[in-house]
């Protein structure tokens, strides 16, 4: 009949990740389970799929009770799973991909490859999911290795589907193909949670709308009842205003002129492929699209961390067109990188040292080779107080402190000095809502004082929020330009990439 | 490829940069062309013009005896010379660009061939004994590539095959001398796998780094295998002295000229490790213990999420291989040395290391480069009694220098199993 | 600045009851908690050597069924023979402590080259390597140069450090540029150096006159290292060298701004990258300087003992045994130093031990292994001894994989 969680709670040294949570599913039910970063979602899809152990609480799959003790317990209790990541191995075919851990084997454990490959080939068929057994995973687009991860949900003879964040690595046709599909499983009479916090998205293909909080299940709802806005108080837990106090913008000289910028990716794909705007003093330009058309190459093509194609990038009457990261630091150039562990911060430094990071070289820090650590720690207690770093002290590593504040250290780090040009990539994603109050402002602030300023977010909202004007990237190319009041359809139109 | 799109297969715009292949066709094609001016210039021109080389291909204790071939040496290089430089412009033209590293591997195997013939001008020389020396040296080198192998492809770095193999010998002679080979092989195997169970339980039970555990494990090795080898050995000489291993003669296939005496006529370790090429090669890519093994090796968390134990798969691989190690050491001391002495590998294992990576994490490549990695060991000998004049050393020193060759990427990359090396921790 | 990692800032989890342990060693101050583990660790490693002494007993065994008792005591006897020898040759007579001291020498200047590497997130297995090319420079310098001490001696010395350099920075070059793994290159690179020395020392020039092996000739007086405690004993003024090493290592790591990059690069390339650290020549430096020390280390074995000559030898197992002082001195140089000196003093009891008590040498060499065994799993140490976790504590972790 159906798989009820109940009463789940699971603890970390230091966090509640569950408290309490009930949450059931039903044969041929979408269940969307919402909530922002952190809520909780994962922590609790991880315990269902046997990968984490509940502190309380207990699992029942109609009406019996069950311990998943093992991702094995799990499949074998008919509960698939299709994570975020995709869990394929690059170098493996599709077949192998699917039928690893339940492989159809011949004597002495001889893997029977006719027969793995007609499995693949009989689900593709019957749930018309194309896809060509014999292919590489690595040879695939993103779509159809999320095809191989349910062939392999599929070929478990999952009863109950957990979706983690499936969309958010799809291009929008991929996104109404895998709604299809969705659809085609529910049909056939599968459970489905739906993992996301993309309001739309629960709203559009959910029977039944759970919404997580702090580790709580805080509302439920039917997604005819309610309106994204409803949906959004849930989440965050009061109104939120995503609006930026600011005064309109005075731009005046030009600063920052890209001209049919082409930069490929790893594959040699022109990841942006012919981007030409001007960022101007006094305004905030912001980029919008759906990850992955191009941003990250986009930004490392200007800040030297790529190497461009073609087309040049000025910076006033430089050219800096593949100047390395340093000199773009000296003219005058701050950039808050996408991945913030990846690379905006050395995690085993501490709070001292991440933040002359990049400015370590020249005085007052060092002179000659000779580091001055006396004016390091001066100005890093200074800019602890001054940007709200909330650590117990400025020698401990920066690993130790929260996302929200290991953005605030590089927006320190960054904004500390005379800035011409800022470059912000996601410069929120995944910190608490103070944080990204606190930094929205500060970049308000740099503008303000004169800088000219280009965000990148894949959070619409962020960028409706902070842009003075708003240029839309799809596919590697500029589909259009918007002003702050313009309607969101229209922007959301051309993040699809229809030219309407 | 056009239903190849149909099906989902991403055709995206690819732009060609300056191809890497291209670059190394001219880097290679230009190699080839120096070796041919060697060639010309050293081997058909450092001879008399009428003097004759003669390669033996008989051994005295062969059915067909006094086969050999003689021809004239600067001619035969003179030859091998047109012939690399005809490869080598082959390679300028950055035709067939699949072809580079074949088109390198015969030019290398011309000149070594008009090496040795310029080495035996107006003497001969038995091409036969020498051969059946590689692939007698060959053996430990691939039983040590085979270990790493194993290990590497479910993700653990095994850095102490020399440890174990030392080990393996040494125990493998003491209880030989004590109660026969049987045993002897025995203790070498479990003294190999006890090797590996330490390996993968400090990298996984403790999540020590994997080259400081095995970095470890072969100074352990040495340490041990000496103070026993001074304490006991040094006054129980009789525990010195292995039981002889005999000689398998393969019916008919021993007596075919050249290839008998290489392949088929040698103690039962040679044949077991051939065997072990193939077995593994068929586990590793037909069967389910080695599909799963090298998913662990790739991506453990994918393996994991499907129910598959990451950590049992990892020791089981880690503990086999030991075993494959351990034989090795019983081989190498009981075999090809016949006895135990302090240090003997003298760094074997890391031949066999150098060999897997060399043979691109395959076992059918491990043997090739077993192979290669033994001819030029057989080579520097060769040259040392023949005295040509040419640093032995210097024949030594070829594999490594042939691996940081395949590892710097200039004669193409090899490609390590995307998880080697990385500890697993669920969370 | 420290690298000593600091506790969970916010969320510490609640007060275990301090195991027995901790309370007979009244740890909890910064200094007791660092030294537990390592000392332990060397108990441990002395126990399970003196059931390896007991056990390999012929004697003794033989004895063992017919009259256990006597086998026993007799087995104890040999112990406590062999390690009181062991502790007399260490620190027993101010002989012992010079030899202690000259064994640590070569011990530390490689070793610090190793913790240089770490620190820059490179795992020199080549200390090896680097030691023989160094020792090889620095005998053509003291060979073919003729001056006074005063010059020779540094002169000399800077060969070894430029040979090691080489060696090293090499390996470092081939990763910079192709991405190839420095555990391969330097392991390979230490076999190309032996044969290297092989050839080499047989030709004219540099071989020891009269001699068909490859050794060299003996080097001047003016480029020998002169005796610290006097000519009877055989410390030489090497220690003090790498003592000052010591010291510039720690100001290079942590006063200046290349060991800021060494130190960023070393744990996040990718931070180093965006922060405009060139990491291909971070990478190629560190190496070099790693290889610079062995290097030094190469010279003294040269320059400083008997006879004074380079031999394919020269570097013995010192290159091996300097990844293991780095890793029990948790690469920080001062922990360097403690960590050679107790690896030297071993290794001085150990001859002794040989001599006096006729238990071989190669066991010092297996108490090496052991402590670092320990010292990288301290969880199986504290298993052993029931102590509880440190918060700061890490587990080494340098290499990646050989990922390319």
Not at chain 1, 29 to 46: D, F, P, R, Y
Not at chain 2, 87 to 103: F, I, K, Q, Y
Not at chain 2, 374 to 389: E, R, Y
Not at chain 3, 77 to 83: I, M, P, Q, R, T
Request: proline share 4%; glycine share 12%.
């Amino acid at each position: 009949m159906a798989l009820v969680l109940e009463g789940i709670t699971k603890r970390f040294p230091g966090v509640l990740a569950n408290d309490n949570v009930s949450l059931s599913v039903a044969p041929g039910e979408v269940i969307a389970l919402l909530g922002e970063n952190g809520a909780g979602k994962s922590t609790l899809m991880n315990v269902l799929y046997g990968l984490y152990t509940p502190d309380e609480g207990t699992i029942t799959i109609d009406g019996e009770q069950v311990v998943l003790g093992s991702t094995a317990d799990a499949i074998a209790n008919g509960i698939g799973m299709v994570h975020q990541h995709f869990m394929l191995v690059p170098v493996f075919t599709v077949t192998e991909n699917v039928v690893l851990g339940e492989e159809p084997t011949g004597f002495g454990g001889v893997i029977d490859r006719e027969r793995a490959r007609s499995t693949v080939v009989d689900i593709s068929e019957r749930y018309n999911l194309r896809i060509e057994p014999d292919a590489l995973i690595e040879n695939l687009s993103v779509g159809v290795q999320q095809r191989v991860e349910i062939i392999k949900v599929l070929n478990r003879e999952a009863r109950f589907v957990v979706f983690d964040e499936p969309t958010a690595v799809l291009t929008p046709q991929e996104v109404d193909e895998f709604f299809g599909i969705v659809k085609g499983l529910k049909d056939d009479g599968k459970g489905i949670v739906f993992i996301t916090h993309k309001l739309g998205e629960a709203i559009e293909v959910a029977d039944r709308i759970v919404v997580m909080r702090g580790g709580k299940v805080v509302g439920e709802a039917l997604p005819g009842d309610v309106t994204q806005q409803d949906l959004a108080n849930m989440m965050v837990g009061r109104p939120v205003d995503l609006t930026v106090a600011k005064q309109p913008a005075t731009p005046t000289e030009m600063v920052l002129e890209i001209s049919d910028l082409v930069v490929l990716d790893e594959r040699n794909v022109k990841a942006v492929n012919g981007v030409s705007f001007k960022v101007h003093k006094g305004e905030i330009v912001g980029i919008a699209g759906v990850q992955g058309n191009g941003q990250t190459e986009l930004i490392e093509g200007i800040t030297g961390l790529r190497p461009v194609l073609s087309g040049s990038v000025m910076l006033g009457e430089v050219d800096i067109t593949d100047s390395p990261p340093r000199e773009l630091h000296q003219l005058g150039v701050s950039h808050i990188p996408e991945d913030r562990q990846g690379s905006g911060l050395v995690l085993d430094f501490t709070v001292a040292e991440n933040m002359i990071l990049d400015s370590y070289y020249a005085r007052p820090f060092s002179r000659g080779v000779l580091m001055d650590w006396d004016v390091t720690k001066e100005m890093a207690e200074r800019l602890v107080e001054q940007y709200d770093v909330r650590t117990p002290g400025i020698d401990v590593a920066v690993s130790t402190l929260s996302g929200g504040n290991q953005q605030k250290v590089i927006v320190a780090r960054e904004f500390e000095r005379k800035v011409e040009l800022v470059i912000a990539a996601q410069p929120t994603r995944g910190i608490d809502v103070g944080s990204i109050e606190y930094i929205h402002s500060q970049i308000v602030a740099r503008r303000d004082a004169g800088a000219a300023v280009l965000v990148v977010s894949s959070e619409l909202d962020e960028i409706l929020a902070l842009a003075d004007r708003i240029l839309v990237l799809y596919h590697g190319q500029i589909a259009g330009e918007f002003a702050p009041d313009a309607a969101v359809t229209d922007i959301g139109l051309a993040m699809l990439g229809s030219t309407g | 490829m056009t239903t190849a799109v149909d099906l989902g297969v991403e055709a995206p715009e690819v732009v060609e940069r300056t191809s890497t292949e291209e670059r190394r066709a001219t880097i290679i094609g230009i190699i080839l062309m120096v070796l041919a001016a060697v060639v010309l210039g050293v081997f058909a021109f450092g001879v008399p013009p009428d003097a004759t080389s003669t390669f033996n291909l008989s051994l005295p204790t062969d059915a067909i005896q006094n086969l050999s071939v003689s021809f004239n040496s600067r001619l035969f290089s003179g030859v091998a010379a047109v012939l690399i430089f005809v490869l080598g412009v082959d390679r300028l033209r950055r035709r067939n660009l699949r072809w580079t590293n074949a088109a390198l591997g015969i030019g290398l195997l011309l000149f070594v061939l008009a090496f040795l013939a310029w080495a035996a001008a107006d003497s001969s020389f038995s091409l036969v004994g020498m051969l059946r020396s590689t692939v007698i040296s060959s053996v430990v080198i691939t039983l040590g590539a085979l270990t790493g192998l194993t290990c590497e492809r479910a993700g653990v770095i095994n850095i102490g095959i020399e440890g174990q193999l030392l080990s393996g010998a040494f125990v493998a002679v003491v209880l030989s001398s004590a109660f026969g080979t049987l045993a002897g092989v025995a203790g070498g195997l479990i003294v190999g796998a006890l090797l590996g169970a330490l390996l993968a339980w400090l990298a996984i039970r403790f999540s020590v780094d994997q080259i400081i555990a095995g970095v470890v494990i072969n100074i352990l090795a040495v340490g041990l295998t000496s103070f026993l080898a001074s304490r006991i050995l040094s006054e129980a000489q009789n525990l010195n002295a292995p039981a002889r291993v005999p000689s398998i003669r393969i019916p008919i296939l021993a007596d075919i000229p050249v290839i008998g005496p290489m392949f088929f006529d040698h103690t039962f370790f040679v044949y077991v490790t051939f065997l072990l090429v193939v077995a593994l090669h068929f586990g590793f890519f037909r069967t389910r213990w080695g599909l799963r093994a090298r998913s662990v090796g790739e991506h453990p968390k994918a393996a994991d999420t499907l129910g598959i134990d990451v950590l049992k798969v990892r020791y089981r691989n880690v503990i086999g291989a030991g075993l494959i190690a351990g034989f090795g050491g019983a081989f190498l001391a009981l075999a090809q040395i016949s006895r135990f002495e302090e240090n003997m590998t003298g760094g074997i294992g890391f031949i066999g290391l150098a060999a897997m990576i060399f043979g691109r994490w395959m076992p059918f490549g491990a043997l090739a480069a077993g192979l290669i990695f033994g001819f030029s060991g057989a080579l520097a000998q060769k040259v040392a009694i023949l005295g040509t004049g040419i640093p032995s050393e210097f024949m030594l020193m070829l594999p490594y220098v042939a691996t940081i060759i395949v590892v710097a990427g200039l004669v193409g990359r090899s490609r390590p199993p995307a998880a080697d090396g990385q500890p697993y921790i669920k969370q | 600045m420290s690298e000593v990692k600091t506790p969970m800032a916010s969320k510490s989890p609640p007060p275990e009851r301090p195991s027995w342990m901790d309370r007979v060693t009244g740890v909890g101050t910064s200094v007791g908690r660092s030294l537990l583990l390592p000392t332990l660790a060397l108990i441990t490693a002395l126990i399970i050597g003196g059931f390896i002494i007991a056990l390999s007993d012929i004697d003794s065994l033989k004895l063992l069924f017919s009259e256990p008792a006597t086998a026993i005591s007799q087995m104890w006897n040999e112990v406590l023979a062999a390690y009181k020898a062991l502790f007399q040759g260490s620190v027993g007579s101010i002989n012992a402590i010079s030899e202690t001291l000259f064994a640590a020498t070569p011990l530390l200047l490689a070793g610090l080259g190793i913790a240089v590497g770490f620190r820059a997130g490179l795992f020199n297995i080549g200390a090896q390597g680097q030691m023989l090319i160094g020792g090889l420079i620095a005998t053509y310098v003291g060979l073919y140069l003729n001056l006074p001490a005063i010059l020779h001696i540094p002169l000399t010395l800077a060969g070894g450090l430029a040979g090691g350099m080489l060696w090293g920075g090499f390996a470092g070059l081939l990763k910079a540029k192709t991405g190839a793994h420095e555990v391969i290159t330097t392991i390979m690179l230490n076999f190309i150096a032996l044969f290297f020395m092989q050839w080499v020392l047989t030709t004219s020039g540099i071989q020891d006159p009269g001699r068909n092996n490859p050794v060299s000739a003996a080097l001047p007086e003016s480029a020998q290292l002169p005796k610290l405690f006097g000519s009877q004993y055989r410390v030489t003024i090497g220690f003090l060298i790498a003592i000052a090493a010591v010291f510039v290592v720690q100001w290079l790591l942590y006063r200046s701004s290349i060991g800021f990059e060494f130190r960023a690069v070393g744990s996040n390339p990718e931070a180093g990258r965006y922060a405009g650290m060139n990491v291909a020549v971070v990478v190629t430096l560190a190496m070099a300087i790693a290889g610079g020390l062995a290097g030094i280390a190469g010279a003294n074995q040269v320059m400083g003992l008997e006879p004074y000559k380079a031999t394919p030898s020269l570097a013995g197992f010192v290159g091996f045994d300097a990844i293991t002082v780095a890793l029990l001195g948790r690469s920080n140089p001062i922990g360097v130093m403690w960590a050679a000196i107790l690896f030297g003093a071993l290794s001085a009891g150990g001859r002794e031990m040989q001599g006096a008590a006729q238990v071989p040498i190669d066991l010092v060499v297996v108490l090496q292994a052991l402590i670092v065994i320990f010292v990288a799993a301290p969880g199986l140490i504290r298993a052993i001894w029931r102590v509880k976790a440190d918060d700061g504590e890490t587990v080494t972790q340098v290499s990646t994989g050989w990922g390319s």
